[in-house]
């Protein structure tokens, strides 16, 4: 799995990624958000919460579209079918 995280960890909005699913029906990612990226992007400041825009829907569209992009390239078996925070 190391070429899959390198390539989703190349992400501006992901500080770092594990990724599993071995002898499983799919992968799935842990990531580490890279919170003041986000911020940034969706032009929000200190005063959200961390756990706040763990659950912002626009922040898990925002990190999911990111996430399919450094995946396009790669075999649709390893690209992971779910993440999360």
Known sequence: PTPIEEGIGM?????????????????VALVVPEWPAIRAELGLDDSVS???LAMNEKVRAL?????????????????????AF
Request: proline share 5%; hydrophobic share 40%.
């Open 11 to 27: 992400s501006r909005f992901i500080a770092q990624v594990v990724l599993t699913g071995a002898n499983q029906p799919f992968n």
């Open 50 to 52: 961390d756990d706040e």
């Open 63 to 83: 990190v999911d579209a990111d996430i399919k992009i450094k995946c396009k390239n790669m075999k649709k078996f390893e690209v992971p079918q779910n993440w």
